[in-house]
């Protein structure tokens, strides 16, 4: 399983930015995808998942500011992110998990298994 990042980079506070995941290892097979980040000193933090074809589930800290969504194909995970905060600023890493035999995603950040290399977002 390889999981590929893009689209991170520097952006003033208020600005929107999109990243972007492409998954390939996992066939036809529905799996779970999710963005998380690790700022400076603090632990990494989910930032967004779902199952594929399901809804996106978000943490606190981004709610009603970042969308995730799944691009034309299914192992693409995009990340918009709007009203960019300082507190914003981290590398993002795209992961995926496929370990539960039913249609749900892990909760804990260490149960997720497949890891990309990360972006950095840099928020001034």
């Known amino acids: 399983v390889q999981l590929v990042e893009s689209g991170g980079g520097s952006v003033t506070v208020g600005g929107p930015l999109t990243l972007s995941c492409v998954v390939s290892?996992?066939?036809?097979?529905?799996?779970?995808i999710g963005w998380f980040r690790q700022g400076p000193g603090t632990a990494r933090e989910r930032v967004a998942s779902m199952y594929t074809g399901g809804r996106a589930y978000y943490g606190d800290s981004v709610k009603g500011r970042f969308t995730a969504s799944q691009g034309s194909a299914k192992n693409t995970l995009l990340l918009r992110m709007d009203d960019l905060k300082s507190d914003d600023t981290a590398s993002y890493y795209c992961?995926?998990?496929?370990?539960?035999?039913?249609?749900?995603?892990?909760?804990?950040?260490?149960?997720?298994?497949?890891w990309g290399q990360g972006t950095q977002v840099t928020v001034s």
């Open positions: 290892g996992f066939g036809e097979k529905d799996f779970c």
């Open positions: 992961a995926a998990f496929a370990g539960y035999s039913w249609k749900a995603c892990p909760t804990n950040v260490g149960t997720w298994n497949h």
